[in-house]
Nanobody
Framework: QVQLVESGGGLVQAGGSLRLSCAAS????????MGWFRQAPGKEREFVAG????????SSADSVKGRFTISRDIAKNTAYLQMNSLKPEDTAVYYC???????????????????WGQGTQVTVSS
């Protein structure tokens, strides 16, 4: 069983950077694909970025390509989302998600993930 805890959110000015962390408990973290999603007030939860169990495959939404980078450190049981050049429209609650998977394909669908963290607020001021 994997439990996820996000951290690293906060208030930042437009153009700034933040790094979100997702700490996972459980010995089989390495067998889980990871994803980051976000949800702004009044909007549906949307995919931000994902990484395969091995770290060999990644995917990101068009809206964050070139600005956000997902990575993972299996030894530390932690996944990261490095967010650069932040924009006010990036303001949302960011969620970490996981699913046990040993294939290289990264899913962008919320329904593909069955483990979720509690979320961390990211606010970007203009």
């Amino acid at each position: 069983q994997v439990q996820l805890v996000e951290s690293g959110g906060g208030l930042v000015q437009a153009g700034g950077s933040l790094r979100l962390s997702c700490a996972a408990s459980g010995r089989t973290f390495s067998r889980y694909a990871m994803g980051w999603f976000r949800q702004a007030p009044g909007k549906e939860r949307e995919f931000v970025a994902g990484i395969s169990w091995s770290g060999g495959s990644t995917s990101s939404a068009d809206s964050v390509k070139g600005r956000f980078t997902i990575s993972r450190d299996i030894a530390k049981n932690t996944a990261y989302l490095q967010m650069n050049s932040l924009k006010p429209e990036d303001t949302a609650v960011y969620y970490c998600a996981a699913v046990r998977s040993v294939i290289a394909v990264v899913s962008s669908r919320t329904s593909s993930y069955d483990k979720w963290g509690q979320g961390t607020q990211v606010t970007v001021s203009s």
